[in-house]
């Protein structure tokens, strides 16, 4: 999970942001990044959550080999009491903005954007999570951990992906006082990407949901919200949540769903008056051995240059790599891509630039970086000053998601990642451990007379 801390700017003050990388709370997956927000339609639930605190799971050992008839000599397992139950915390630091020019008492809001792990991949893909007892992974425990971890934070704005089991979330997460939207994956997939935000704080201006399939680029969602601030209805803010197809091999896809979401998300804007965005998301993309972290950040992207299967950087990620070589990019996958340059055919074109007979993929924002914009240690950050990782399984370590945000907003603060040495004491996330579950990021924004701030902290500028 990220979070970041933002406020109100001047237009032609510098833009500031702060994040936290992914947070865990109980038993989850590791991310979390910025929120967004949507209003409910027919086809979307809404919901608002509390959490109160919850004793552990059923203590004995499941196993897939394990018959599930019971003999009369089979003992029944005990539950533990709550003081039984993991009580050790991985703190995560806030990170203040050394730029940041907004003073304390402008008005604030935070944002988080949390990939949660489905329950449903988490009981298909239980290789991946191999460090936790089964116990642990049910989403009847995992549910009330999620829950009590946001509402410890207190975020303003909570961005969510993989989420199949809303009505849950949103039966707990309103009686904290959160209003929320859901949108789900089309095709037969259950699950979605779901926003919430404090009723009593933000307005619903509009919304809009973005089905990808629409365009041929698979069953991925994507939700834009405008938001107002009740108590200063100058203040508006668009907010967009993605989580971006998984896929390595199609970096044709992943670019033409981020190109859409930018594209739609200034037409939004525009429409409001030019109000300042920010995209929370899993973008399922690497920073540093990624074209599409640079198409972001860059506004462009020559694809000829590029192997579509190695636009997201995924590949070769097996933990043990990354920890035994660093996360230096690696040269030779770039020269492979060069020279397979030519693999792409004219829908693959189509798809990535939105145009058959250009190699050009443009998008009209201009896009930072919140956790790159807000320093942060070696400890926990790559050489563009990215987390070292929001996202750690069997399979995989390495940052897949990010808060993004355009002028007119600014960080403030972010909650710090965790440090690699913590990650691998963990063997990967979730962990048996009540804050390392999943990551998350988080983004808190101040809104003074002039200026935003985001505390993820992330700060805005308005």
Partial sequence: MRSVACSWSRPTGASRISFGGHLSSGFHRSHHLSSSLSFPSSGDASFLVSCSSTSGPSDHNDSSNRSYSRRWYNRLPRRRQADQMPTSRIARDWIDSDTSTVSEDSDRFTVVSYNILGDRNSSYHKDLYSNVSFPYLKWGYRKRLICEELIRLRPDIICMQEVDKYFDLFSMMEKAGYAGSYKRRTGDNIDGCAMFWKADRFRVLERENIEFSQFGMRDNVAQLSVLELRKSKSRRLLVGNIHVLYNPSRGDVKLGQIRSLCSKAHLLSKKWGDIPIVLGGDYNSLPQQSPLYNFL???????????????????????????????????????????????????????ATGQENSYWAVHPLKLNSSYASVKGST??????????????????????DYLWYSDGIAPARVLDTLPIDVLCRTRGLPCQVSFVTNTMVLLLIQCPNDVVLFVFGFAGVG
């Fill in 297 to 351: 950040a860059s506004s462009e992207l020559n694809i000829m240059k590029h192997d579509k299967r190695e636009l997201s950087g995924q590949r070769n990620r097996l933990p043990n790599q990354v920890l035994e070589t660093g996360s230096k990019p690696s040269n030779t996958i770039t020269s492979i891509s060069r020279c397979l340059s030519s693999s792409w055919t004219n829908e693959e074109i189509r798809l």
């Fill in 379 to 400: 400890n926990t950050r790559d050489s563009i000053g990215e987390p070292l990782a929001t996202s750690y399984h069997s399979k995989f370590l390495g940052t897949v």
